[in-house]
Nanobody, 119 residues
Framework: QVQLVESGGGLVQPGGSQRLSCVAS????????MGWYRQAPGQQRELVAS???????NYADSVKGRATISRDNAKNTVYLQMDSLKPEDTAVYYC?????????????WGQGTQVTVSS
């Protein structure tokens, strides 16, 4: 079993910053890609940012230049630093990981953390 637990969400003013964290835990697993998705009310879940084990990153156009994804492989942790936040960034943010365990690949998801950008 592999669990992903997000933290760092909350209420932020427009123009403010927020740092999300996600920790993967379990036994006998390894992680390749990790990333962050988000889902706003009435919207489809969309990819915000992703990062490979080697550090190659991708960002959605909507957050490019305002978001930075990083990871600490030793801690099985991925971070999402968001700056210059806008009301349209309001969503539930979900951590994602591509996990290998017992020679099989799985998509692991966290339960989400709410980010609200409002004055």
């Amino acid at each position: 079993q592999v669990q992903l637990v997000e933290s760092g969400g909350g209420l932020v003013q427009p123009g403010g910053s927020q740092r999300l964290s996600c920790v993967a835990s379990g036994s006998r697993f390894s992680i390749n890609a990790m990333g962050w998705y988000r889902q706003a009310p009435g919207q489809q879940r969309e990819l915000v940012a992703s990062i490979t084990r080697g550090g190659s990153t991708n960002y959605a156009d909507s957050v490019k230049g305002r978001a930075t994804i990083s990871r600490d492989n030793a801690k099985n942790t991925v971070y999402l630093q968001m700056d210059s936040l806008k009301p349209e960034d309001t969503a539930v943010y979900y951590c994602y990981a591509k996990v290998t365990r017992w020679a099989q690949e799985f998509d692991a998801w966290g339960q989400g953390t709410q980010v609200t950008v409002s004055s």
